[in-house]
């Protein structure tokens, strides 16, 4: 992963700030917070809320289908500080894909990849 392109900047491209509370996702349906523990804890010091973000699961990366992306277009709605060697960020997801994430991101960590 190269860092270079999100080191240093003011505002991630042409991405707002987080929706108000009660504010739909762009699929008009309700959103859940999700925290997701990162594999690379070094990756949340990269994001700012407002940020999309695609969560790549990593219990299975050898799987013949591929790894698993678990939630598209996630929004940041937070990095908050971690413990040392382990960090998560907050993640708005809508309310139907919440479950699914949480339950994956409960029993491993996840790759992120940045929306350009």
């Known amino acids: 992963m190269t860092a270079a392109p999100f080191v240093g900047r003011e505002r991630p491209a042409e991405v707002t700030a987080p929706p108000p509370a009660g504010v739909r996702h762009p699929d008009h349906r309700n959103v859940r917070v999700v925290p997701v523990p990162l594999a690379d804890p070094a990756v949340a010091d990269l994001l700012h809320p407002g940020d999309l973000v ?22 940041v709605a937070g990095t908050p500080a971690g413990r040392v060697g382990s960090r998560s960020i907050l993640v708005e997801v809508p309310e139907s894909d919440a479950a699914r994430l949480a339950s994956t991101a409960a029993g491993s960590p996840l790759a992120v990849l940045v929306h350009g």
């Open 54 to 75: 695609d969560l790549v699961g990593t219990a299975h990366p050898d799987s013949p289908d591929g790894p698993a992306v678990v939630a598209r277009a996630a929004r």
